[in-house]
């Protein structure tokens, strides 16, 4: 048996308010979201235009995290498509983390104002990821919570 303590990733995916952020915040462990790149003394200014940049800040984040060897990490992203998070998957690799995919489709309401046809837009572009959990219909008036999710 090996003393080294096993260091965990786990990746938030879905739509904008299924509850990916409350439920990574609960998990345990640092989380990281590309809209935390729009806080600007905390107000969220979304610009388009450097939703690249943000997926970069968020991404090199993750990794600065994992040089520090933090035993958990946390990111909350939409990540419709799997070559979204392919990047991720590949850092945990060569960091020496698992990875825990969750698909949450809860109804948190949508705080950031994403627009019904940007929705339709993400809905339709939905790609499944075999190895990942789905977290299905919970409210926000529940308390979310990974005791009892199977691996």
Not at 11 to 34: D, H, N
Not at 68 to 90: C, G, H, M, R
């Amino acid at each position: 048996m090996s003393d080294k303590k096993e260091r965990i990733l786990r990746l938030y995916r879905g739509l904008p308010g299924s509850g990916k952020s409350t439920m990574a915040k609960q998990a345990g462990g640092p989380v990281f979201e590309a809209d935390q790149f729009f806080m600007d003394g905390g107000e969220y200014k979304f610009n388009p235009k450097k939703l690249k940049d943000a997926h970069q800040w968020c991404r090199d984040a993750v990794e600065e995290d994992m040089m520090f060897l933090k035993p958990e990490i946390n990111v909350a992203n939409t990540f419709t498509q799997k070559w979204e998070f392919s990047n991720y998957l590949d850092l945990a690799s060569s960091h020496g983390y698992k990875v825990e995919v969750y698909c949450v489709q809860g109804d948190w309401g949508n705080v950031h104002g994403v627009p019904e046809e940007a929705l339709r837009r993400m809905s339709g572009r939905w790609e499944s990821y075999e190895g990942e959990t789905i977290i299905d219909n919970w409210k926000s008036t529940e308390t979310p919570s990974l005791t009892g999710i199977p691996e």
